[in-house]
């Protein structure tokens, strides 16, 4: 029984090979951000309390363009699975030529910064830091977005290696050696702090874009998939990509945009709770972030069955996605729960033990809220992106927002103006994810999506 389900088409074999690489792509992003974070918490507690919100806050507004210039993976998954590869360049140069407009609007949000800030509340010197690690980050914003749409080329195929390799070198290998060299003053470059980690984030991003561009113009993409003949806009297919990308993109902003809220809430009970939170957060991502990738390879199996008009074979896929997911994030909730010190003990071992036991004694605390969702958020990772991989994006949009900000950000509000303290926010915020993995499993068994599609018939006007 386990021999079949294993190497059946949709079996976890094929999930996890193509997954596997994209759990590793992704998750290097989480090491990276896990070593930085570790980094500014030996430079400074203000370092390590400014750099959650000011990365979250730009990430709100990238995340809008990121998640409608990622769209592109669907469709060239299920371009691939109808057998018109002739359609897969153009796709994913619809989304780099968005993805290079926003970078442009990006760089917009820069002299916002102050007054973002400001309106947060926090205490003067970790405010300082956030306006500039967020204005660095802008600056980097476009990067970033051109690096995620070239990438959509490899996913969408199933070739997640290439992006893999990539993502290895540039965040787990480059972002981190430039991060603590500019951090700490290494290597002949000056000790800027959190600033450091800022540029470093940028440069990575800028390697990383050349990369998959310099990729997906070599000769056997040229020829099979039209990479460099297909470069020019086609407002058809754009235009599509915008319908079904943008729900996908404001929905991932809603959502980065309810926990930025609740993260500058818990700034407002001090320094040490942002810390601990932060902390939590950012150890929390060694979780999530693999599963970023294993939804990434969700959405691609499900786009090309899809494609080849083999619903039953997208359903199967999901699911053998859905039992991976939990079983990895089943094990980590046991860590966060019985042995959080093992989680805790790289933050503790270069900061001020005078400083850094509040936070600590609170950071354990918090990881065993995260314990108790964290297999309702594996759930979230597999149905809500096999959903998006068919297309119904318009419906993770409404959930996404009615839950992220009835059940998290306004009754966490309400929580902080009551002077109910850290734990009840936090309660929120266990809840919201409760019932958002069980929402969107809930949904895909009904089977709707089954139906749906993004990309046009062949025999279709193209005008649509």
């Keep these: 029984m386990w021999k079949e389900r294993w190497s059946r088409e949709g079996g976890y074999g094929e999930v996890l090979r193509i997954a596997l690489p994209m759990i590793l ?3 290097s992003w989480s090491f990276q951000q896990f070593v930085e974070r570790v980094f500014l918490t030996w430079y400074s507690p203000e370092s390590v309390a400014a750099a959650m919100p000011a990365g979250l806050i730009c990430f709100v507004f990238m995340s809008l363009f990121l998640g409608t210039v990622t769209y592109a993976n669907t469709f060239v998954a299920q371009y691939t699975g109808a057998g018109r590869p002739e359609r897969v360049g153009a796709s994913v140069w619809q989304a780099i030529h968005l993805a290079v407009l926003s970078g442009i609007l990006m760089v917009g949000l820069v002299p916002l910064a102050g007054m973002i800030f400001d309106w947060a509340g926090h205490e003067p010197g970790v405010r300082d830091l956030e306006v500039a690690y967020f204005q660095i980050l802008c600056y980097g914003a476009g990067p970033t977005l051109v690096n995620s749409a070239a ?17 290895l070198a540039c965040a787990a290998g480059l972002n981190t050696l430039l991060s ?3 951090i700490f003053g290494r290597w002949g470059l000056p000790a800027w702090g959190i600033r450091g980690a800022g540029w470093a984030s940028v440069v990575a991003s800028l390697v990383s874009a050349v990369a998959f561009l310099a990729l997906m113009l070599r000769r056997h993409y040229r020829e099979s998939y039209q990479t460099l003949e297909a470069w020019r806009p086609d407002w058809t297919l754009m235009r599509r990509l915008i319908r079904f990308g943008l729900p996908s993109g404001i929905q991932f902003s809603l959502d980065i945009a309810a926990f930025s809220t609740f993260l500058l809430l818990v700034g407002r009970l001090g320094t040490a709770a942002l810390a601990a939170t932060t902390i939590a957060f950012n150890i929390n991502s060694l979780a999530f972030m693999p599963m970023i990738g294993l939804g990434i390879a969700v959405s691609t199996l499900v786009g090309q069955r899809l494609g080849q008009n083999r619903p039953d ?7 053998s996605a859905s039992l991976v997911s939990m079983t990895y994030m089943g094990a980590l909730a046991l860590g966060y729960a019985v042995w959080p010190d093992l989680f805790l003990s790289p933050f503790a071992s270069g900061a001020d033990a005078g400083a850094f036991s509040e936070v600590r004694n609170t950071a354990t605390v918090l990881l065993r809220f995260v314990a108790v969702y964290c297999l309702f958020d594996a759930m979230y990772f597999a149905f809500s992106s096999a959903l998006k991989g068919a297309g119904d994006t318009r419906f993770v949009l409404l959930i996404s927002l009615a839950l992220s900000w009835g059940v998290m950000a306004i009754p966490a509000y309400i929580s902080w103006r009551m002077g109910w303290g850290l734990y009840a926010i936090w309660s929120f915020a266990t809840v919201y994810i409760m019932i958002l993995g069980s929402t969107f499993y809930l949904r895909f ?18 005008g649509d």
């Design 25 to 27: 792509s992704t998750g």
């Design 151 to 167: 990438s959509t080329l490899f996913t969408g195929l199933g070739r997640t290696r290439v992006v893999m390799w990539v993502n």
């Design 180 to 182: 603590y060299a500019w």
């Design 313 to 319: 074979l997208a359903e199967r896929s999901a699911f």
């Design 445 to 462: 068994r009904g089977g709707k999506w089954k139906t749906m599609r993004v990309i046009e018939e062949a025999a279709e006007d193209e």
